[in-house]
C-alpha cells in the first residue's frame, strides 16, 4: 500500500467507524491535475445511498481540514456492490469460495490477470486456482481484485 493511501485509510477508517460504518476499502487515482478518491462503506444491512451522503458529508469536512490531497480531486463514497473489490487478507479470505478476477502490478509466472476461484490465503499469498493450475499471488503485487458476481 502506498504512503498516499496508508495517510488516507489512517485519517478516513476511524471517522468512517465512528458513523458506525465499516471502511471496505480505499481507492485513490491520481490522474494528472484532477485526482479520484473513492471511499467504500459496508454494514451488515447493506448501504442506502444516504448513507453515502452522510459519510460523504464528514470526509468532506476532515478533508477540508487536514488536507491530505493538495490538487484538485473528486470524492466518491460508495458500497462495495455485488462485484466487490477485494484490499486485504482478511477480505480475501472471508470470500474464498467465490469467482474473482484479480490484475497484479507487475507480472507473475508471466501474466498479470488471473480469473478463477478464490481458494484463501496462506501467509501473505492470496490462493487461486485458474483451470487446474493453483497460484499464490504475494498480496503486495496485487493492483486490482473484485469478486466475479453469481447470478444463479
Same mark, same amino acid.
Given at each position: 500500500?502506498?504512503?498516499?493511501?496508508?495517510?488516507?485509510?489512517?485519517?478516513?477508517?476511524?471517522? #468512517?467507524?465512528?458513523?458506525?460504518?465499516?471502511?471496505?476499502?480505499? &481507492?485513490?487515482?491520481?490522474?494528472?491535475?484532477? =485526482?479520484?478518491?473513492?471511499?467504500? #462503506? %459496508?454494514?451488515?444491512? *447493506?448501504?442506502?445511498?444516504?448513507?453515502?451522503?452522510?459519510? =460523504?458529508?464528514? /470526509?468532506? *469536512?476532515?478533508?477540508?481540514?487536514? %488536507? @491530505?490531497?493538495? =490538487?484538485?480531486?473528486?470524492?466518491?463514497?460508495? =458500497?462495495?456492490?455485488?462485484?466487490? @473489490?477485494?484490499?486485504?487478507?482478511?477480505?480475501?479470505?472471508?470470500?474464498?469460495?467465490?469467482?474473482?478476477?484479480?490484475? /497484479?502490478?507487475? @507480472?507473475? !509466472? *508471466?501474466?498479470?490477470?488471473?480469473?478463477?476461484? /478464490?481458494?484463501?490465503?496462506?501467509?501473505?499469498?492470496?490462493?487461486?486456482?485458474? !483451470?487446474?493450475? &493453483?497460484?499464490?499471488?504475494?498480496? %503486495? /503485487?496485487? %493492483?486490482?481484485?473484485?469478486?466475479?458476481?453469481?447470478? !444463479?
Amino acid at each position: 500500500m502506498s504512503s498516499k493511501l496508508e495517510q488516507l485509510q489512517a485519517l478516513l477508517a476511524p471517522v #468512517i467507524e465512528a458513523l458506525g460504518y465499516q471502511c471496505w476499502g480505499i &481507492e485513490f487515482l491520481s490522474q494528472g491535475r484532477h =485526482s479520484l478518491l473513492r471511499v467504500y #462503506i %459496508d454494514k451488515a444491512d *447493506g448501504i442506502l445511498i444516504e448513507d453515502c451522503e452522510i459519510v =460523504s458529508r464528514q /470526509l468532506s *469536512g476532515v478533508l477540508d481540514v487536514e %488536507d @491530505p490531497i493538495t =490538487s484538485e480531486y473528486t470524492l466518491e463514497v460508495s =458500497s462495495p456492490g455485488m462485484d466487490r @473489490p477485494l484490499f486485504t487478507l482478511e477480505q480475501f479470505a472471508a470470500h474464498a469460495g467465490e469467482q474473482v478476477k484479480i490484475k /497484479l502490478r507487475s @507480472p507473475f !509466472d *508471466g501474466r498479470r490477470n488471473f480469473q478463477g476461484l /478464490l481458494r484463501g490465503v496462506e501467509e501473505q499469498d492470496v490462493v487461486v486456482q485458474v !483451470d487446474d493450475h &493453483e497460484y499464490l499471488l504475494p498480496i %503486495d /503485487l496485487i %493492483d486490482k481484485a473484485n469478486i466475479i458476481p453469481r447470478f !444463479d
